[in-house]
T-cell receptor
């Protein structure tokens, strides 16, 4: 168990809808990262938050947004969903802010857009 | 351009056999290289970390090597077990400044009885 909790584990929705994925980092970790993994593809970095502030942005679509709350949990909001957004979404956490730290990953949220 | 390329894309071996996975990178300036294991449907788990000055590091049956001059790393798995079936992801980080952690596409390993 990595200590990173993601909910829900599975999510099935329709095109055009909006969903929210939730992540609780390991106790003591200040950084939260979001990744997207499409079928048989590598992990694509979306966004990083450190102690409530956005630190780095990757290939995140404008339809997607995220935030990190004072209790350090994070939410990833996906709107105007398209079929191509179906993927595994992983949250990871680390202690500090630098990019070269060991990441602890949650078990992911499987999003299916029908 | 910062890139991490892994080979082979997939590999099938018999239980008990050894195998070696490759990772070539162009990430610069180099900070460290990690190998992660990702079981199907699960999040990746870190196996090893290699810094610039390290050539070899072992974690049980897993041995990682790093050649910083040629920018190559390998992950050697000894006496494979069925539970080794997973994707193995090479991740290279660059510092200072900015966010440069690049994930390879992974090697899918299948261990058959």
């Amino acid at each position: 168990d990595s200590g990173v909790t993601q909910t829900p584990k599975h999510l099935i929705t329709a095109t055009g809808q909006r969903v929210t994925l939730r992540c609780s980092p390991r106790s003591g970790d200040l950084s939260v990262y979001w990744y997207q993994q499409s079928l048989d593809q590598g992990l694509q970095f979306l966004i990083q938050y450190y102690n409530g502030e956005e630190r780095a942005k990757g290939n995140i679509l404008e339809r997607f947004s995220a935030q990190q709350f004072p209790d350090l949990h994070s939410e990833l909001n996906l709107s105007s969903l398209e079929l191509g957004d179906s993927a595994l979404y992983f949250c990871a956490s680390s202690t500090g802010v630098v990019a070269n730290e060991k990441l602890f990953f949650g078990s992911g949220t499987q999003l299916s857009v029908l | 351009k910062n890139q991490v390329e892994q080979s082979p894309q997939s590999l099938i071996i018999l239980e008990g056999k050894n195998c070696t996975l490759q990772c070539n990178y162009t990430v610069s300036p180099f900070s460290n290289l990690r190998w992660y294991k990702q079981d199907t449907g699960r999040g990746p788990v870190s196996l090893t970390i290699m810094t610039f000055s390290e050539n070899t590091k072992s974690n049980g049956r897993y041995t990682a090597t790093l050649d910083a001059d040629t920018k190559q790393s390998s992950l050697h798995i000894t006496a494979s077990q069925l539970s080794d079936s997973a994707s193995y992801i090479c991740v290279v980080s660059a510092v200072p400044g900015g966010f440069k952690t690049i994930f390879g596409a992974g090697t899918r390993l299948f261990v058959k009885a």
